[in-house]
């Protein structure tokens, strides 16, 4: 080979060489670059997803938007926003005042016990029955079936004062009344289905919509805020309440929880 062709052939592999490391490092400045973006677009991707996780957390609530609702007030109610549920004879000179939280099991268990005999008293006259509604239970154990169950309640109200009572009786039964901890009131399928043991609501079509609809969920939260402003140092629920004195068992703190309690604590209240 002569030393022409050997110095030509060394140009062209040197040639080849610039090249394909040209080329080499076109690939690998493509290959960065796709590596940024793709970065860039995770950590958009990332970003956005938290933004949005960030805007759906601060977003308030159902329950938040609900008190700025139209406020429907229940009948058989009085009082300007509907929060005076007051059921028995006129003719009662006495009012027994009773706080109680749909969600609570200490509630379920008074009425399960008691109330059986509370009901035969404002039936007899003997005094009045004034309801006060509680929602604190949502807060503590979280949920929403004390404001949802309230609502219903009212629902039930509207239709009559003994439609309430029963439909109240049914709630706390040992049948239907679930653990605090399972928040099944917050679905007003299983409302409906409790209210199927009530004969004035099973078929009764304005109170399944009204509960459907929330028609009275504004008048729970008015009712639960009723019982957060209490005059008469309820710190739970039950609680009795009568002339502004408590009516508790015998540990003299709790409501009565037999009703042997609670006939000695009722004949004492009412004789004053």
């Not at 601060?58 to 700025?68: H, L, S």
């Not at 009948?75 to 004879?89: E, H, I, P, Q, S």
């Not at 040992?174 to 209210?195: G, I, N, Q, T, W």
Request: aromatic share 6%; hydrophobic share 35%.
């Amino acid at each position: 080979m002569s030393k022409r062709n050997s110095k030509e052939a060394k140009q062209a592999a040197r040639e080849r060489i610039r090249l394909e490391r040209e080329r080499q490092a076109k690939k690998d400045r493509v290959r960065r670059q796709l590596i940024v973006a793709g970065t860039v677009v995770g950590v958009l991707a990332a970003a956005g997803g938290i933004g949005y996780a960030v805007v759906q957390n601060n977003k308030p609530g159902y329950w938040e938007t609900a008190k700025d609702d139209p406020l429907v007030k229940p009948g058989n109610t009085a009082g300007a926003k509907g929060t005076t549920v007051v059921l028995g004879k006129d003719s009662a000179e006495k009012t027994l005042k009773i706080y109680e939280d749909s969600r609570c099991p200490a509630c379920a268990e008074f009425e399960q016990v008691v109330g059986a005999e509370v009901t035969k008293d404002v039936e007899a006259g003997k005094y009045k029955l004034q309801y006060v509604g509680a929602t604190f239970i949502d807060d503590a154990a979280t949920g929403e079936g004390s404001k949802n169950a309230l609502s219903a309640l009212g629902a039930a109200l509207n239709v009559s004062k003994d439609a309430f009572l029963d439909y109240k009786t049914q709630l706390y039964s040992a049948k239907y009344h679930p653990d605090e901890r399972d928040d099944k009131f917050k679905s007003d399928a299983y409302l409906l289905k409790v209210a199927d043991a009530v004969p004035a609501l099973k078929d009764d079509a304005g109170f399944r919509k009204a509960v459907q609809k929330g028609t009275y969920d504004r008048w729970a939260l008015e009712m639960s805020k009723l019982f957060k402003d209490n005059k008469d140092d309820v710190q739970g629920t039950p609680t009795l309440v009568m002339d502004g004195k408590h009516v508790t068992g015998s540990d003299k703190k709790q409501a009565p929880r037999s009703v042997q309690e609670y006939r000695t604590a009722i004949d004492a209240a009412l004789k004053g």
